[in-house]
């Protein structure tokens, strides 16, 4: 009567998804503040000043059946024109209006991308840690999904890994750098190692395998850090981009697809593109957002306040023993349980009402992932349960 394996995705929500709803149901118990909630990737900065302007403005000065109305289907032209502006000029492409396609945030992306791509018997990859949707989204298409291993000390990726784990069946791998949960960026001297991997196994299979990059995290870095514009390196890149995190507005689901104008068939992918959107029921993302977001390019949320919390927190944990993994970028902390099990030492860590992730899902164990986009004054009134956390291992 129903899809058993849609049931099974219904019946076992993500570890993340089920322990955010745990966190309000115990804040509803116990209050909001005795809480210490780090679960869920959700941008606790304001948006830009700019994006309430250009929304008021919107409301105020544009037709409202227009404003409301339907776009073309990959999205209002002239909303990617300027997208296709911006990243032609802060990235050095050529792309054109026609090489991007708006999307419903980064999963549609990811989604759409997917389903363009995948024919019977084709395998997607993508490096461990990662986010624990994309096993979903590859199967959901038809493929069949693999990892591949990362330095345990930097997890920078395992180029030779990932010569071995390639195959002539390999349509895609998905990088996502910044990384969730990691934190890592990957450098410019392993991205350029990945790229001449993918097109030796590429010559050698015949077909190119396809490089996605998954950027909902790309502005946010500290210290100076270099994300590299995969585009520039690999032909065969497609980037699935959300503003989400760099504008804070998750809830408002906004984001695009570009396919490279230098990939093999570049006009049939953006096709299929047009064409997995379609069946997937994806066209015409959000009318009113497309148009704040088309104002709103190359802005971000104060990137400084996730900085001073990493600062605040990752010291603080070193401190009480914790070994924790330095982020470069995104807004999550990585740290090794001081037991085998990340599970057990997750549901330890309630006891303090700390909420952690482990770290099974995201294809590595021994690990919980902390979000620390949340209030400064939550991290700091966190600290004392980190703390007697750390010395209940005896830390």
Do not use: W
Not at 84 to 91: D, E, G, L, M, P
Not at 286 to 315: F, H
Not at 335 to 358: G, I, N, Q, T, W
């Amino acid at each position: 009567m129903i899809n058993q394996k849609m049931y099974q995705l219904g019946a076992s929500p993500s570890k993340i998804r089920d322990l955010f709803e745990y966190g309000n149901r115990r804040k509803a118990e116990i209050g909001a503040d005795k809480v210490y909630d780090f679960s869920i990737g959700n941008p606790s900065v304001e948006p830009p000043v700019k994006v309430r302007e250009v929304i008021e403005d919107l409301l105020a000065n544009t037709n409202a059946v227009s404003l409301h109305g339907y776009t073309s289907a990959p999205g209002d032209p002239a909303v990617r024109e300027a997208i296709c502006n911006y990243v032609n000029r802060t990235h050095g492409t050529s792309l054109t209006k026609d090489n991007f396609y708006m999307t419903c945030g980064a999963a549609a992306s990811l989604e759409i991308s997917l389903r363009a791509l995948c024919e019977e018997g084709d395998e997607f990859l993508t490096f461990a840690p990662f986010f624990p949707e994309y096993r979903v989204f590859a199967e959901a298409a038809g493929g069949s999904f693999d990892t591949v291993l990362c330095d345990p000390e930097s997890f920078q990726p395992d180029i030779e890994d990932l010569r071995n784990k390639l195959s002539k069946n390999t349509k895609a791998i998905i990088v996502n750098s910044p990384n969730n949960p990691s934190g890592a960026v990957i450098s410019e001297e392993n991205v350029v190692k990945l790229c001449d991997v993918l097109r030796e196994k590429s010559a050698e299979y015949g077909h190119p395998i396809i490089l996605i990059a998954d950027e909902p995290y790309r502005e946010l870095v500290y210290d100076d850090v270099k994300v590299p514009f995969l585009m520039n390196y690999y032909n065969d890149t497609i980037v699935c981009y959300s503003y989400s995190k760099s504008l804070s507005l998750p809830g408002e689901r906004i984001g695009y697809i570009a396919v490279s104008d230098k990939m093999t068939d570049s006009k049939d992918v953006f096709l299929a593109v047009c064409g997995a959107g379609r069946s997937l029921g994806y066209v015409c993302a959000p009318s009113l957002m497309q148009r704040v977001v088309a104002q709103c390019q190359g802005m971000t949320s104060d990137v400084s306040v996730y900085k001073e919390n990493r600062d605040i927190l990752a010291n603080a944990l070193r401190e009480y023993g914790f070994t924790v993994v330095q982020p470069d970028g995104a807004f999550y902390l990585f740290v090794k349980a001081p037991e085998p099990d990340a599970e057990k030492f997750a549901e330890k860590a309630k006891e303090f009402e700390l909420l952690l992730v482990p770290s099974d899902s995201f294809g590595v164990p021994g690990y919980v992932r902390i979000s620390y986009c949340v209030s400064t004054e939550m991290i700091k009134n966190s600290l004392p349960a980190f703390e007697k956390l750390a010395e209940s291992y005896g830390l």
